[in-house]
């Protein structure tokens, strides 16, 4: 099921402009079972709009979340150390500059598969995750993070409010891009913070994706692209202030979003306000040479595997990421080119990716088979998949990276 937006998903202005359009593609995380492949697989337009009024990023089309999150959803956060490492970083800061403890109470929106809130468990902060994919759910109830598999929306929050559950501190890390009642959202936000808490939220910064040309984190769980300017205008419609903001390098490059009832306004976030401007994310017109730079990667990166093919090298690709469908889908890289995609998540394995049908195995696969060139999926951790795949490098296989330009790396 899939729904055409008529209006700005914040401001809802009626003007939205069209400023890119990825094709229509298979949904990004629907790996797919060997009984799956012969089937047609559900396909949805992919494109981007610009909203002239509150500067807002957006998909034209929303897919139903349960079709996107619900079962069978196949990403585990606690596959990636260098992801843990960071969430670990980041809870033990709010431990110590929110005075966190036993008499605290932390949230987490979309707490996956516990990955961040047993940090705050280990150090006996009570925690409550959310988050409606049925296996991280699990995983992290076995790992004793108290998770309640479902949405969160505005009438959870006001049924937990009713039980007398209020938080100090609201995580919600990659989630804000992917609701599509934005509006209620962040309406629950307000109403299970204290007076006194703060959520800190982390999203992808659209600065990021369009100077880096990241077009592949374009997929229909991403609803929205924030610039800081949209987001300070979202929570001002909700009575809270964007009072603090860090630019963060995972996933491309992120916002760390501080969201408080109390407007406190710091100057990194009025400075960003200013860039912002000043480099004109305000206006279309910084969107739209972005189509001509993604369909010249598309064109690069064929012309670059099509040529190692010619010559008869053997191509893999590494992550079966979400980022990774987009890639392969609008560049359209099938088996033709790429014999198999690696990834360390063990739910992923014997699938296949949507739309192109290659097969996901385990990393070992590299050093077993030796294909002489790797497509890196996941390049947002290119750092610590090369350091991982030294031996599989020592034996002379070579990593390509697809952004923001392919090259060999
Ligand atoms: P990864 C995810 O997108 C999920 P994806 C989600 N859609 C979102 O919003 C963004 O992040 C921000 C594997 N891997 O995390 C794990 C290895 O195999 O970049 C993953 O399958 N070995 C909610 O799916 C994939 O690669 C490794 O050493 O695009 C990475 O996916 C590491 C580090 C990862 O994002």
């Known amino acids: ?7 700005c998903r914040i401001c809802q202005s009626p003007g939205v402009v069209p400023v890119l359009s990825l094709g229509v593609t298979p949904l990004a995380d629907g790996l797919l079972k060997e009984d799956q492949i012969s089937a047609p697989e559900p396909r949805f337009p992919l494109s981007v709009a610009f909203c002239p009024e509150c500067s807002l990023v957006q998909l034209q089309e929303t ?17 990636s150390p260098a992801l843990l490492k960071h969430s670990r970083e ?68 006001q049924d937990l409010r009713s039980e007398g559950k209020a938080a100090d501190v609201i995580v919600a890390n990659n989630v804000l891009a992917h609701v599509a009642d934005t509006h ?33 984190t374009i997929y229909h769980e991403h609803l929205c692209y924030f610039s800081v300017t949209a987001l300070d205008r979202l929570f001002r419609m909700h009575g809270l202030f964007l009072n603090d903001v860090e630019r963060l390098s995972i996933h491309g490059g992120s916002l760390r979003l501080y969201v408080e009832k109390i407007e406190n306004v710091s100057p990194r976030v009025t400075t960003l306000l200013r860039e912002e401007r000043e480099e004109g994310l305000t206006h279309v017109r910084y969107y739209q040479d972005f189509a001509s730079r993604v369909e010249r990667i598309r064109t690069e990166l064929r012309m670059l595997l099509n040529d190692l093919k010619q010559k008869g090298a053997r191509i893999a690709a590494y992550g079966a990421a979400a980022k990774g469908s987009t ?7 099938g088996t033709d080119l790429i014999d198999f995609v690696v990834d360390r998540n063990t739910h992923k394995h014997g699938r296949y990716m949507p739309g192109q049908h290659i097969p996901i195995l385990a990393t070992e696969a590299l050093l077993d088979k030796k294909p002489d060139y790797v497509l890196l999926l996941a390049w947002n951790f290119a750092d610590e998949i090369l350091e991982q795949q030294k031996a599989y490098r020592q034996l002379g296989g070579r990593f390509i990276t697809p952004v923001p330009q392919p090259r060999v790396m």
């Open 1 to 7: 099921m899939q729904e055409k937006i008529s209006a």
């Open 184 to 216: 209620g959202f962040v309406d629950g936000i307000h109403t299970l913070l204290k007076d006194t808490g703060v959520a800190v939220i982390e999203a992808p910064y659209l600065k990021d994706l369009v100077q880096h040309c990241e077009f592949d």
């Open 63 to 79: 897919v139903s979340p349960d079709q996107l999150f619900c079962q069978d959803y196949p990403y585990y956060s606690s596959f």
């Open 90 to 157: 980041n809870a033990l800061n709010l431990i110590r500059l929110r005075n966190l403890n036993s008499g605290s109470f932390v949230i987490e929106l979309a707490s996956n598969d516990g990955y961040l809130l047993k940090n705050f468990v280990e150090h006996g902060i009570p925690v409550l995750g959310i988050d409606p994919a049925e296996g991280p759910a699990r995983a992290a109830e076995a790992i004793g993070v108290p998770t309640q598999c479902t949405f969160f929306s505005s009438q959870l929050a």
């Open 327 to 333: 890639l392969i889908n609008y560049c359209d890289l």
